[in-house]
């Protein structure tokens, strides 16, 4: 009934920025918080940042002051800004959104993950 899909992941060097994009599509009727998450090799999935429908964001201490979350309510989108990358920000970045539904149930979505790799 829903999609999330990333795109914008990719290859860069140290130092260097990516903006990740994650749209959601189907049957909504509202998003509350969107998040990303990341999970790197051989690690647990973990928070990145998350973004409530009003704009209140949280984000982990590894990455505060390099990357910044926001959203795009009308498109149902969600993006990460990165900058100044380091390879230990090397994962696989996952969407998620507390999706309403049309029908007013809720549920929790992910979406297939995009790749970021760092090079040193």
């Known amino acids: 009934q829903v999609q999330l899909v990333e795109s914008g992941g990719g290859l860069v060097q140290a130092g260097g920025s990516l903006r990740l994009s994650c749209v959601a599509s189907g049957s909504i009727f509202s998003i509350n918080t969107m998040g990303w998450y990341r999970q790197g090799p051989g690690k647990r999935r973990e928070l990145v940042a998350t973004i409530t429908s009003v704009g209140s964001t949280n984000s982990a201490d590894s990455v505060k002051g390099r990357f910044t979350i926001s959203r795009d309510n009308a498109k149902n989108t969600v993006y990460l800004q990165m900058n100044s990358l380091k390879p230990e920000d090397t994962a696989v970045y996952y969407c998620?959104?507390?999706?309403?539904?049309?029908?007013?149930?809720?549920?929790?979505?992910w979406g297939q993950g995009t790749q970021v790799t760092v090079s040193s």
């Open positions: 998620n959104g507390d999706v309403v539904l049309t029908t007013r149930s809720q549920v929790n979505c």
